[in-house]
């Protein structure tokens, strides 16, 4: 499939696990002789835009990694109507894309494995199957993603072997290991600056592909990442004293110039395990909601697809601990209506 492919666009998501997956299929891909077009960071529900733009570039294939863009399947047909696409994702399915012409759809949901699987160590996994030479020296960067991505507890035995390869010492909190202090500078990326900040995250991992490089050369991400913990310090005593409490949910509304729902809502739901953490962020007419429940009684996924079902302009998704969704402004106070009343008994 990989040989088909004269050169490409690569479009990735904006967190961590998305930035890893976007450096190891380009990382991929430039070994074996493949370029690149354009390089994007977006959301799963890309705009008409980004359409155009990939329709209108001159590369013959589009990779789509980390994003769950199979539930947008007519942009994908449309992208599908002028070049090959490959889908590499771990999102919970909407629709199975190998039936659009053109396309390929790869998620361990469709290979029967149900075990959560981060889209980076996936498509290390996938890679490193038949391609074990090209990709051994990118495992780290695997690790990274899937630390970005909650997985570290299911995947505890990888990340300790893959530290110990790089010397690097274990510590059973993984975010004082040099892999999880690497998540939360790509994450930074981000949270400080959105899908450009995100974007620079990419760029500075792509050009360096080791440890010690990356390290060395990424002190605009160290630079943002001080930043951003100070905010973060700030929005967890506003939560404290502001949060909205109804029966087992907490809701925050956090006001913010970075984009701080994703990492708030983390901290809190590790913090509070029994609780839904309901975090919500104004941006422009839109709310954009993140959800965390971390001891797995509430399934998140369903859960923002049921509030949002209906509503103009809405979208949802994400995994049972952790979901998200947006929708506009005026249908904000019944969406969480629809939550209390889901929630009510729990
Ligand atoms: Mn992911």
Not at 8 to 28: E, P
Not at 113 to 119: F, G, I, L, T, V
Not at 233 to 241: D, G, S, V, Y
Not at 274 to 285: D, L, S
């Amino acid at each position: 499939m990989f040989e088909g492919i004269g050169s490409y666009d690569l479009l990735f998501h904006i967190d961590t696990d998305g930035v890893c997956s976007g450096v190891l299929m380009n990382a991929f891909l430039e070994r074996i002789g493949k370029e690149g077009e354009l390089f994007l960071s977006i959301n799963p529900s890309f705009s008409k835009q980004t359409l155009e733009k990939i329709k209108k570039s001159s590369s013959d294939t589009a990779i789509f990694v980390d994003l769950s863009v199979d539930s947008n399947i007519e942009s994908i047909e449309e992208i599908a109507s002028v070049k090959k696409v490959i889908v590499m994702d771990h999102h919970i399915i909407t629709n199975n894309l190998n039936k659009v012409k053109n396309c390929y759809h790869f998620n361990p949901l469709l290979e029967g494995n149900e075990k959560y699987y981060p889209a980076s160590k996936y498509i290390f996994d996938v890679l490193n199957k038949e391609f074990p030479k090209l990709v051994e020296n990118l495992d780290w960067i695997a690790c990274v993603g899937l630390i970005g991505d909650s997985g570290f507890n299911i995947y505890k035995d990888f990340v300790k072997k893959t530290l110990k390869k790089y010397d690097l010492p274990y510590n059973k909190d993984v975010y004082l290991t040099k892999f999880g202090e690497f998540d939360k500078l790509i994450s930074s990326g981000r949270v400080y600056n959105g899908a450009k900040g995100a974007m620079k995250a990419f760029k500075i991992l792509r050009k360096n592909l080791t440890i010690n490089e990356f390290e060395k050369n990424s002190e605009v991400l160290k630079n943002w990442s001080k930043k951003v913990d100070l905010e973060i310090e700030k929005q967890i005593e506003l939560f404290k004293k502001e949060k909205e409490v109804f029966k087992n949910i907490f809701f925050y509304q956090i006001h913010s110039k970075f984009n701080l729902g994703s990492p708030i809502s983390s901290i809190l739901g590790s913090k509070y395990k029994h609780k839904t953490i309901v975090i919500y962020e104004n941006k422009g007419n839109i709310i954009k909601f993140h959800l965390r429940r971390t001891d797995g009684k509430v399934d998140l996924s369903k859960l923002a697809k049921e509030i949002v079902a209906g509503f103009q302009q809405s979208a949802a998704g994400g995994h049972v601990k952790a979901a998200g969704g947006h929708v506009l402004e005026k249908d904000w106070y019944l969406v969480k209506e629809r939550m209390k009343e889901l929630l009510k008994k729990d």
